[in-house]
């Protein structure tokens, strides 16, 4: 289950993202952009992700998933679409020469923290 990893991941650098002044800063939400193709299960890397922030200033904090759909541009007629199903052929000319646009990413897009400072 390579979400395990993955959430390990998401938590160090939203750890690191905390600035050293704000002593009692907890993260709130940490936002992530997942393609379609980045072979990742969203259940499961929340569900890693809720095992990896105890004890840390992540806990109780919420993983927001945005799915990235899968958008394509032919290389011949430059036609661009969103690729629901498993053909990777173009919509107009059906060329096989595509270029992948989204699909494949994985970023933070954002991490909220809230000073609890008093």
């Known amino acids: 289950m390579h979400e395990m990893g993955i959430a390990m991941e998401i ?4 750890k690191a993202s905390i600035p050293a002044d704000m002593t009692g800063a907890k993260v ?10 980045s072979a990742i299960v969203a259940d499961s890397l929340r569900f890693c992700f809720d095992l990896v922030v105890k004890d840390t200033p992540l806990e ?6 945005e799915e990235v759909p ?3 541009r032919c290389k011949d007629c430059r036609a661009e ?3 629901t199903e498993p ?3 173009c ?3 059906q060329s096989g020469a595509i270029d992948i646009l989204s699909g494949r990413e994985l970023d933070i897009k ?8 008093e």
Request: aromatic fraction near 4%; glycine fraction near 4%.
């Open 110 to 117: 954002s991490i909220e923290i809230e000073d609890n400072e």
């Open 60 to 65: 109780g904090a919420e993983l927001a998933i």
């Open 11 to 14: 938590v160090d650098i939203a």
């Open 70 to 72: 899968v958008v394509a």
């Open 91 to 93: 919509k107009a000319c």
């Open 81 to 83: 679409w969103t690729i």
């Open 28 to 37: 709130q939400r940490v936002n992530l952009q997942v393609g379609r193709l």
């Open 87 to 89: 053909v990777f052929t």
